[in-house]
């Protein structure tokens, strides 16, 4: 307990936000509001007699959270808000225990009436949408992939991006690499499905890799060189844009954001500041909710998926049956089916020679 007491929050906020928000954020001036507001609490609890001093992690409890949450209320703030700013504390602390830096987090309890957070679906339109903005331009055209081996295997973002071509064999892709033990979040197996396997013939290395665009200076050509993938936030995130996956950026009052008329582009009024719907993980929870819909067996999406089944030695072989994950395969191809009624962008036996060749380039073939 000393040591939790001689860590002051308010230092652990302002190193969170430099070395945390700032750097793996998509939007940390909310979170810095989010803080300032923190700040300005703090200081009435010490006006009140509440606090000695600046507090220290030891200070924080849940009474003062629902003190910090009334405070918000009376200034008219709603339960979202306030929900958002609770997390400017809960993050950092969650933060500096991850870093080692106390050696426990206290429980930041969430105000009363937020709305719980309601699980994003994309729809097969808008699957049809990011697939084919995703192939429009090289330096994207790794989502691509990433949207299709998601759909495919209900696999987990980390265990896609990390994916080596040694994992594919067999007809089955086994996202636990060799030798890394498995975790609480397991890695499954799983067959690879007709539309997935041609994008993955011939594939070397990591799978999901994405194309940097080098420019030649003195003949204006161009030329890309493939690297692998460790994060794809910032392309997700322009790909649901140009998808038009998208919703009106909201301020932390709620207000709608506006960005100034780009006059090299001859706009003549402010146009709406958007942002993209969902994460990478989204194709996760889209995949479990299309195979739902198509009356797969819970059994078959819950092994696809890593969650733990059986607790006998059994379940390791599971694999091996001639029937292993069948009707999960029908479904994800039921699905593709869905989506080949609105755009052919994942059948690589639509494609013209020029993006044969690029895709066959991009996998290694």
Aim: glycine share 8%; hydrophobic share 40%; aromatic share 8%.
């Amino acid at each position: 307990m000393q040591l939790i007491a001689a860590v002051y929050v308010e230092k652990l906020m302002a190193d969170w936000l430099v070395k945390h928000a700032e750097v793996k954020l998509a939007d940390p001036v909310r979170y810095a509001n989010g803080v300032a507001h923190w700040l300005a609490f703090f200081l009435e609890e010490r006006k009140a007699g509440r606090l000695r001093g600046p507090p220290t992690v030891a200070d924080i409890n849940s009474d003062l959270v629902e003190r910090f949450h009334v405070w918000r209320a009376a200034q008219g703030v709603g339960a979202h808000t306030i929900a958002r700013d609770t997390a400017a504390l809960r993050q950092p602390l969650n933060w500096a225990w991850k870093k080692s830096m106390i050696p426990s987090a206290p429980f930041i309890p969430d105000p009363e009436g937020k709305a719980p957070p309601r699980e994003l679906i994309y729809s097969i339109e808008q699957i049809a949408a990011f697939l084919e903005a995703a192939w429009s331009m090289e330096e994207r055209q790794h989502l691509h992939l990433f949207a299709m081996l998601m759909l495919s295997t209900n696999g987990r973002v980390e265990a896609a991006l990390e994916l080596d071509a040694v994992q594919i064999y067999g007809g089955l892709i086994y996202f636990n690499a060799p030798g890394r033990k498995q975790t609480k979040k397991r890695r499954s197996i799983v067959p690879i499905c007709p539309t997935l396997a041609p994008w993955l013939e011939g594939a070397s290395g990591r799978v999901i890799q994405w194309q940097k665009r080098f420019i030649d200076r003195e003949n204006g050509g161009s030329r890309f060189e493939r690297f692998p993938v460790e994060s794809i936030k910032t392309s997700y995130e322009k790909t649901l844009i140009a998808a038009g996956i998208t919703a009106h950026a909201l301020d932390d009052d709620g207000n709608a954001i506006w960005l100034p008329p780009r006059k090299r582009l001859g706009e003549m009024s402010q146009r709406p500041k958007l942002v993209g719907l969902g994460s990478p993980n989204t194709f996760r929870h889209t995949a479990t909710t299309h195979m739902h819909a198509r009356g797969v067996p819970e059994a078959q999406i819950e092994t696809a998926a890593g969650h733990a089944g059986e607790t006998t030695n059994k379940k390791h072989y599971r694999h091996l049956r001639p029937e292993y994950l069948t009707a999960y395969i029908d479904g994800v191809e039921a699905l593709w089916d869905d989506i080949g009624k609105l755009t052919k962008v994942h059948l690589r036996s639509h494609r013209d020679p020029k993006i044969i060749d690029l895709g066959a380039r991009r996998i290694g073939r």
